[in-house]
């Protein structure tokens, strides 16, 4: 029987040549450059620490800077040369759980964010964790009503999700072309011939769209497995997980997650660290034009002529966070099954009397990239770090 690890290879390189690229300008004509690199002793300098009241009404406590360091929040990992942003383990508060959101100083356009993550919060009840793109601040300095300059949640999912869930953000008048429905890993040629392998779960990205429930916005879900049909796999392997979020995707050693923001479209990878392509693409940590033509299918493709891409997605942050219950892990608590698994009524009672549930609630990002057209800038550079027991290294 063949390894997951061949199958995989097998895959990629399947849904590779069977990839159809009309003719984009934006796609063909110019290399991405890199421009930002905020991995390791780069990434801290580069972001605020988000220190207020939650806007999805989460039950946590977001901590500033000094605040997060003195309580091991933050920190460095030595050996991996990755950056660790974990959420307290050890207290009971009737406040909230303490945890960090983290805010890019600067904010970006079109353009490539690569982002090699080796561990996130896992599937635990009660955790909502994130990593996304946010409009900042206007012209003037104000912070824009949201979703007013758009939402990109790269990787997002709560309770014991275990499937990533990709999803756009904006105010009325911005719907993709569900003609780029797939389903599991069945590939079909969508807007601009360019498929995916995930499944539309809703295609207005409205947040306040009639039929689509509160905040939803246009959603695609990663595949949780792709089909021996396009793999050339032995007949006793027919399906091969594709761990995209949660317990699964710490367990299988993470891997990259690419977003590709164009003025005609958003795509997202998954590419496992277990892969072939990231071998032979990620693994050096040296690739300083990457070209996604070469990558396969994403697992999500947003599209079409109902968005002006442009308009709706403008000057974009990134952010990491884990907050706790809130507007979609509280809201899901009972339906989605945590109340009878924890046997506890509420997800605010779980998430303040059982602080060891949540030591695995952690991120840990050994790379975090942007590349885009055109000429290059000088990427941040981080002053030192006091080094600290163990593989952790203070902020």
Same mark, same amino acid.
């Given at each position: ?11 990629? &390189? ?21 421009t930002d690199d905020l991995s390791y002793k780069n990434f801290f300098t580069a972001f605020d620490f988000f220190s207020e009241a939650d806007p999805t009404d989460g039950f946590v406590q977001y901590q $500033? ?42 904010? #970006? ?55 990533? &869930? ?7 008048? !911005?719907?993709?072309? /569900?003609? $780029? ?9 969508? $807007? ?54 949660? $317990?699964?995707? /710490? ?17 997202? #990878? ?54 706790? !219950?809130?507007? #979609? ?24 009397? /059982? ?10 990002v050994s790379g975090l990239k942007w590349y885009q057209k055109g000429d290059d800038a000088k990427p941040v550079v981080e002053k030192g770090a006091k080094a600290m027991r163990g593989r952790w290294f203070?902020?």
């Open positions: 029987m063949r390894s997951i690890n061949s199958l995989l290879t097998a895959v990629l &390189a399947t849904l590779s040549s069977n990839i159809i690229v009309n003719a984009l300008d934006e796609r063909s004509t110019t290399a991405y450059k890199l $500033t800077r000094s605040s997060a360091i003195s309580q091991n929040l933050v920190g460095f990992l030595e050996d991996t040369k990755s950056i660790f942003m974990g959420v307290d383990y050890k207290t009971k508060d009737p406040k909230g759980r303490a945890s960090v959101r983290l805010e890019s100083i600067r904010t #970006w356009n079109q353009g490539l964010l690569i982002a090699d993550i080796r561990h996130m919060p896992s599937s635990i009840c009660g955790t909502w964790p994130a990593f996304w793109l946010l409009s900042g601040k206007n012209k003037d300095g104000k912070e824009l009503a949201w979703p007013v300059g758009g939402e990109i949640d790269v990787l997002e999912g709560v309770n014991d999700y275990t499937i990533n &869930a990709v999803t756009l953000h904006t105010s009325t008048g !911005c719907t993709v072309d /569900n003609s $780029t429905t797939s389903g599991q890993g069945n590939i079909r040629d969508g $807007t601009n011939g360019l498929p995916f392998t995930g499944t539309m779960s809703t295609s207005d990205c409205d947040v306040a769209a009639p039929g689509q429930g509160k905040n939803v916005g246009c959603s695609i879900h990663a595949p949780s497995s792709l089909p021996s049909n396009i793999q050339t796999a032995d007949s006793n392997t027919p399906l091969m997980p594709l761990p995209s979020y949660g $317990t699964a995707f /710490n367990t299988a050693g993470g891997g990259i997650y690419a977003m590709e923001w164009t003025y005609t479209f958003i795509n997202v #990878w998954f590419i496992p660290r277990k892969s072939m392509l990231y071998d032979t693409t990620f693994a050096s940590n040296t690739t300083t034009t990457p070209d996604p033509a070469t990558w396969g299918p994403p697992i999500a493709h947003f599209a079409g002529t109902g968005c002006d891409f442009t308009e709706r997605f403008k000057d974009l942050k990134i952010i990491f966070d884990t907050t706790f !219950c809130g507007q #979609w892990a509280g809201k899901e608590w009972e339906e989605g099954g945590c109340r009878a698994k924890t046997g506890v009524q509420t997800c605010e009672a779980y998430v303040r009397d /059982n602080p060891a549930a949540f030591e695995d609630a952690f991120w840990e203070g902020v």
